[in-house]
């Protein structure tokens, strides 16, 4: 008897324990989110994604609470601004940039209590978690289509930052590109900078006055997409559907669903299930996607994606499977391997096809 006892003693104090250790259940109508940008949320790309991931939690969850600043620089400032959402009340705190990822350590640190997702970053702690998508799987299948596309083997690609996801994302789309046209070349040229339409379209012109008849684009507003409509050039827009920048041009665009993160975080706070995890979801979980199809993309191009995307979804195959080679020519994955998640998510090299430096 003394043993029992003993035992129901045991589990009673593991069970308070795990409690005090993890999250408690929270009320819907105790929920309070609070998202930080990076740019506008009119910006018709990342931002305005983001904040259409926002609406759509708000939606599933109409109880609860939730605000956001935008504009925020990848600095100092961002610790401001979310601990002024804390002592607002919120009880999460979702930082939607990579440059964000130190601030948000730091403060959470500071109030244990409240949990935070950080986008795209990969450090994380009890009370933080992180999120992101399989990107590099759509950039792939947008490949397909900017190869079909171009007359001039030249695409352009104007890029934000040199970080390992820009980096990995235009290496999947390269690949996808030398699939259906080895011949093809894809140039980058650096903004250095995620949001910023005057160097979006001046990257741009740059790459068409060098012979490109495709651009691509990792950017946050529509500047490359408009400036590619008026120049007379295809384009692959980036984050959400660009068709309305250039109605003409727009092939297809790899996009984003934010909601499907936002409203799985917010239910796992309200069971009392949630936890600091790595979220890498991609094509087969719908994170990542194609937008429709323009109609300069012919039924031969849109069969291959199609085809191309199931064995994805399937699981059969993955964009970095081997052989991959890099610039100079030397395999990085052999044949009949697989790019670990780790090695992607610290990718630092181009691919074979692939014109332009990585800066330092």
Not at 45 to 65: C, I, N, Q, S, V
Not at 108 to 132: L, Q
Request: glycine share 12%.
């Amino acid at each position: 008897m003394k043993k029992i006892v003993v035992c129901i003693a045991i589990a009673a104090f593991v069970a308070v324990a795990g409690a005090a250790w993890g999250f408690p259940a929270v009320q819907e109508n105790d929920l309070k989110a609070g998202f930080v940008y990076v740019g506008p949320i009119g910006d018709g790309g990342w931002t305005f994604m983001h904040d259409k991931g926002r609406l759509e939690m708000e939606e599933a969850f109409p109880e609860m609470e939730t605000f956001f600043a935008e504009s925020v620089p990848e600095g100092p400032d961002v610790v401001r601004v979310m601990e002024t959402f804390v002592r607002n009340g919120a009880n999460l705190v979702f930082a939607t940039s990579f440059g964000y990822m130190d601030f948000v350590l730091d403060v959470a640190a500071k109030n244990p209590d409240t949990i935070f997702m950080h986008c795209s970053g990969y450090k994380r702690a009890d009370n933080v978690g992180t999120y992101f998508g399989r990107m590099y799987q759509a950039r792939y299948l947008s490949g397909l289509v900017a190869g079909a596309a171009t007359e001039s083997d030249v695409i352009g690609f104007v890029a934000a930052n040199p970080i390992p996801e820009v980096i990995r994302g235009i290496n999947a789309f390269t690949l996808g590109v030398r699939k259906v046209n080895p011949d093809a070349v894809v140039k980058v040229v650096w903004l250095f900078s995620w949001f910023d339409p005057g160097k979006e379209k001046e990257a741009t012109m740059a790459l068409v006055d060098a012979g490109a008849d495709v651009i691509a684009m990792h950017a946050d507003s529509g500047a490359a997409p408009q400036t590619a409509e008026e120049a007379g050039v295809w384009v692959v827009g980036y984050n959400n559907d660009m068709s309305r920048y250039a109605p003409e041009k727009h092939l297809t665009a790899p996009v984003w669903d934010w909601g499907m993160v936002y409203k799985y975080v917010a239910d796992q706070m309200v069971r009392g299930e949630w936890k600091s995890e790595d979220i890498w979801w991609g094509l087969k979980e719908g994170m990542v996607g194609l937008a429709p199809f323009g109609d300069g993309v012919s039924a031969e191009t849109r069969k291959l994606v199609g085809a191309e995307m199931e064995k994805i979804t399937s699981g059969e195959w993955d964009v970095f499977c081997g052989p991959v080679r890099d610039q100079d020519g030397e395999i990085r994955v052999k044949e009949g391997e697989t790019m670990s998640d780790g090695d992607m998510l610290g990718m630092n090299w181009f691919v074979q096809g692939v014109e332009g430096d990585i800066p330092k």
